[in-house]
């Protein structure tokens, strides 16, 4: 056959290339491309004789019928098929087909998915009428891969899959949320709690430093994102905001997630599958009816958990016994902090009574100039928080007929944050329309048009920014919400970066606007039934615009700053282009054969700016008018660019469904390395064997599927920015006396090295799928061992060299794991059912081939929180140990740490935490440059998720249950906890004070007035992160009746984050202040509080 | 949507059929350049110049804050707001962010200077001299950049050249004498490089050929003074409250100095000469008179206001300064805030601004119509609660509303002329200088402020001190009494003193003179009464722990350092 010469030719080239050196391999490209283009263009017009000369058969018997369901409804769309035929048509909108069988001995095969399979002789019949049955097996359903589909039950590769509607049935807003818990060996972690907030996904492990983000794919073009600019009150690389890069989605648009977890399934993507891909599919129109959908859903969030901070009583009491621990341990002037008479209150220069601890108890009494007759404290986390509601509609309208499909729904989604003034909307919409144009020739478009507002409140800072969970913590209880001297007070408690935090949300504004266009489609010549050609583009374009204001009431504006604002514009834009050739083929009954050659190339550029000012005649205008500030910041922006080019091929055989076999090769380009190691080749074998088709499983009668699975191959990542490999001479300018002039400087960011290149992952995965009792219970078992070489880093050089750090590649990670996942229909019975499904997933992760430990910065100050050791897992944080407090002199006295102390200074060091001497120094010496050690680990041992789902007659129930056991959390938040005279903190860090009676318990150091405290980073600040939530919980009623204006009304209440158990101290253990940076993750910066909503839907569709 | 279709693959085709994968991975930078494409022209020198100069201005100097810190801080004088003093201020030199910026930004000024020098020698296009003026500015700045290491971290590493020209990443601490040397050699390579403040290509504003000499002078004399052993010293200080927290005035500490570590070798007589005669090689072309700033010739400015007033700013006297541009964040320094205050439309100064100030043991020093305390001083202030302060306490009576008569005689000697405001206490009870406070906008927090780093009033101090030490005490004394004739302090005689008294009477004319600008920590250090001094205060004023042990007398190293360069395996002793 001619098609297939076309293929061998193909095949030839790529077999050729695989022979030639390394040395000559890029030239050889370069000769090969003309040919591999020359080679599309003939074989599009071959081509296009074939497919004329096989649409003429002719055929002897017309059959017709109707196909319906179980409850005699018409199933349009039907695929119906001439057994051993091409001959192949589908069910119209009344489930109606029509074929012409060549002889009454035709077997006719009907399938739909999600139905099982039926096959039936034609015979004399010139009418079949069949009723599918709904298949509990998902083994024949279509599963997308990278660049093609396959039936399920013919993966070779370790691929986990999540339904449209089984994602939303956990009411996420965005699309990776709803991830969270639902596969195995797929790690979801928020950022923090903060609606539209970044979700960081790990899948299998994390084994990059530079990100081990998985590679985002929808409607089969990969996502790319833009960041969001700095604000006016910090500088840009300390903020630590995000936002989801996948929010554009409406979860309610997705038809299915597959997520591509081996080599097998990702070698595809080459050097950007390293880290394992999520192919995402938007829902198309059907054959069918035109349908319509409504559904909405609105919540009321509250705080899940609240930190317990000081009252005004116990926080005065606090402020006093700092004074007189000061004074009777370091010699500091005794003055109580609340006395309790009247004397000159130092932030307004009035001469006032100042209360006494047992005032805020009874109430302040009158003739208090500074505080209200009957005072009794402020809770300020209460000021900030709110019940939050929230709302989301979506309508959708789509259907289809033969000749083609379309779905256009509309998004509206409005998210109050549970902190007063932050919140997330988004309208969106999206438009898939498909098209067969002929028999030759279809074509299909997805559009995606997306704006969302992200309002935002400073948190998820670093410690050093002022931030208003840290304020709601810190700012003292005792004082007046309506103070009229607070602007006074806020000023002394400005030193400490803490502002009053009503005043911070309420009059402070961030917005960030996200537009997002974001369109794939294709157009594709179908040259015969099993080969053809498409072409496929993709454009994306997303832009963050924010808008930041500090008015003159809140510290970073206040007079005389008058006002600072700041607008910023972070825009990516990206276009894909790929061109497909694609054949499948069975031969005879054994052998089926697809293929699948590409060529795509891809640019992306990243454009930012920032202008900022301060010192503006009013607060009217805002943001709007940056010109009038006073102050005005340079202005600066920024250009990138880049762009990768790729040749890639699968091919997939399969022997009569029982031995199947898929090799994959892609040769990657990227514009981010330097000449000599631009390119590089990925690919992968996988092998699988459908054991339950053999004879002898069969006859065991146990298994109704059995497959085993393995595969290897490589996968790459270059995950990292451009013009890693180039020295930058960066303008910077100079005062010279009273002038300012230009000047370029050397960038010390990057020590640089020219060889950079591709960091490589090469994984081997052995899988077994089982399924019992008719699938009704099915179990997939997959172990893995993955190793990354020459990981691309960003190592700290030594501040000798005049830089500060160096992308290089060096390091080896090995991920090694199991996965486990369930899915059984316990109870099958018409009125009743029990459908259970569960995943768990271990992984084990160890660094190795390091010349030395490779430390990792949180923030200024914090420069070495997290190391990277050979032997020792991502993630492993780096710190102090400590070893209890010293309870008296003769204990400081017999610390060789404190030998040269003198006499009378001993006293200063009782009620301080002892450290652990880790090096052992005879001197007794306490330094971080010697005796840190790994104290915790953020990875967790394993990570699960559990569904439960229970029907009865219309009423369906289901929960879900999600955990992640074993992983520590770097908790920054504690740093703050200085045990000092001012600033609140939470009450058990106040009840575990050491005191002279509380020394065997004590838990936290004396309090002091003094500043002189030396306090480590240790394992104070690593907390047990483990957790179980009670994630969902969904009860819902299906009406379905015609007397109904509409067919089918789901009504439902539900519950998100109901309950958890966990002994983490702070507000929520699903934190991830770092986002996608696996090498820091688990760290807690001050993280917008999770929330719980209580939920009410209804679904309906006419 | 077909014809787009059918364009891209039109597009993609086209790419394919000409091959042009090359180009299309080609990585274009647009928002910087590369290093090749810097010019050969005077202009392009001057924007490698301009590009090591903007260094002072970021992150670890002056950006964050951070620089004049540890730079000022560690010392007896200084006092104010004790949570600003959690750091270096109170002697947590193990836990020191500040350290890491301060380390780090000294060797980026290193590393810069090293990358550029190359570059300008192998310029075609500028004259020879120029070229020469511009690489002794940046051999100005490693000597100094190492001068301030050494003093602090004792032995480091020496980087000569740049790792962007193979120089090993990871390189060793070279010995306090290594240093030292090569200090030297490049301040005497500076010294005949860059142009005399008489030469006509000289540029008002720059450093100069004397502004060289004068820095080779303070090293000698640094490593002459550490080097120099047994010798005795009278400093005022000691504890500055008693038990029951009323302050103490001030009493004279005698105290025998230590041979400061790693100076152990240098021969004090011999660097005390060199000292001398370096200073008299500046102070032999410098004006001898009091001068007005129109002149670019080196001299003293005739009075203290006018030294500091903006017309002055890198002229005459002022041999060395860095300049600011006020209200920008990668430009703008905090000098003002931090040793001045900031200050609101109507004049009043914020709360919190101004930590850094200096004690009443600092203020009592001065005779009491002394320009530098009379003139360079904050007396009268408002806050912005409108509390009415004077400093200090001690000229103001005791009670809050004076009778007319002693009113009147505080009116006539100080100016305190309204009995509404009371004297200040606590930690605002301290001494701010006004060196930083004629600037164009004082409510911003980053001004147009320049720090002084070398001054030519510093140069005869540094000569009088050489000129003692090698028995010339006629000398010394006459160029002290130019110094203080400029304040109008009361001349001294050099019957006066012995060569201990007048060591220890210099030593406080410096403190006097030079307060705040980065010298005092210095000087306790190099000469070896550092300890002596620190401990006799214990907790200062203001509850500030001065009190400080052996290990303290060097600053401990950034962990990034010791975790970044394999040469380096362990700290500072005690760290």
Redesign the interface.
Known sequence: MRKSEGLLKSGQCTERHKTIDRGKRKTF??EC??K??GYL?LTLTLSLFICYGAYSQATAISVTGRVTDTRGESLPGVTVRVKNSTESTSTNNNGIYTIKVPSPASVLVFAFIGFDKVERAVRNNTTLNVTLQESNSELDEVVIIGYGSVRKGDLTGAVGSVKGEDLVNNNPISVNQGLQGMIAGVEVNRNDGAPGAGISMTIRGANSFSGSEPLYVVDDIPVTSAGISGDAGN?ADDAKQTVNPLAFLNPQDIESIQVLKDASATAIYGSRGANGVVLITTKKGKVGKDKVEFMVNTGVSSITNRLELLGAYDYAIRGNEARLN?NRY?????GLLWPGRVQIDE???LVSYKPKPEDFLTGVPSGSLTYPEGFTGTDWLNTILRNAVSQDYTLRISGGTEKGTYSLSGNYTDQQGIIKRSGYKRYGTQLNIGRKVSKLFE?G?NTNLNYANYQMVKTNTVQTQSNVMNDAMRYAPTNVFDDPYSD?RE??A???RISNPYKSVMNMKDETRSVRVYTT???QLNFTPSLNFR?R?GYNYNSNERENFYGRDVHQGR???NGRASEGEEATRQLT?E?LLSYNKKFGTKHNVSAVAV?S?E?ANRKRYEI?A??FPTDINENFNIGSG?????PQ???????L?SFLGRVNYGYMSKYLFTVNFRRD????FSDQN?WANFGSVGLAWTASEEMFIKDLNMFSFLKLRTSYGSTGNQGIN??G??????????????L?????????NN?VDQGLKWETTYQTDLGLDMGFLKDRLSVTVDVYRKRTEDLLQTM?????????TRLTNFGTVLNEGLELSVYGAVIQNPKFNWKVNGNIAFNRNEVSGL???Q?LRLY??M??AMVLRNGQPIGSIYGMVEDGFYDNEAEVRADPRWR???DD?LKSKIGEIKYVNVDGDA?G??????DRTVIGNTTPDYTFGLTNTFGYKRLTFSFFVQGSIGNDILNTNSLALRMGERDNFPKFAFDGRWTEETAATATWPRLTA???R???FSDRNVEDGSFVRLKTVNIGYTFNSKKLFASTIYVYGSANNLLTFTNYSWYDPDVNSFAADASRRGVDMNAYPNSRTFNFGIRASF | MKKIINLKILALAMVFLTGSCEKALEEKPYSFISPEQMEDSPEAMNLWMNGVRSTFLRDGFFRYEVFNRPYEMDCDDITGNRSFYNQTGSGNFGNADDLRGYWSSLYLLIGRSNYVIPSLNSMSNVERDEIDNAIGELNFYKAWAYFTLVRAFGPVPLSKTSVVYGEPANLPRSSVAEVYAYIIEILKESEAQLFARTNAKYKVGMISQEAAKTMLAKVYLNMASGGLSGAQLTVMGGPHKNAAGQRLTSIPLQVTKDVVAGHESFNAAEYFRLARDKAKEVIDVADPGLISVAGAKVGLINNWNNLWSKASRGKAEHLWMLYSEQGKDNNGMVLTYHYCGQYDAEGRMLAGSGPMGLSDHWYDLFEETDRRIRDGVIHKFTMNNNAKRWYPAKEQTPTTSPDPETLNLYKTKYGYDDPSFRHASGDQGIARVTKYLDVTDKTLRRTDAPYPFLRYAETLLIYAEAANEVDDITEAVSKLNQVRFRSEATPVEPGDFDKVSLRSFILEERRRELALEGNRPWDLRRWGIYLQVMNAIGNDNNNIVKSREQKHLLFALPIVEITGNTEINENNPGW
Do not use: C, H
């Open positions: 490209f370069f491309l003309p591999v283009s263009l500088s000061y370091e010699d500091g002037t005794l932030a307004t220069n074509l478009i006074l000023e002394i400005a030193a400490s489609g294709f157009a072409q583009f007079p005389p700053i282009l061109s060529a190339f640019d900022k301060s010192g006073l102050v005005q910041q340079t922006n920024r250009k990138e660019e880049n762009s080019m380009g990227s514009s981010k631009k451009p013009y490999t180039k020295y930058q001479m960066i303008s910077v300018n100079a005062p010279i006396l009273d300012v002039q230009s000047g370029f400087a050397l960038n010390k020590m700290a050089v030594a501040p000798t060299t005049g830089f500060e010349q030395g430990d430390f200024t100050g420069e070495s040269t102390l003198p200074r001197e010496v306490i330094s971080a440059s010697n003094g500043t002189n030396e306090m480590f």
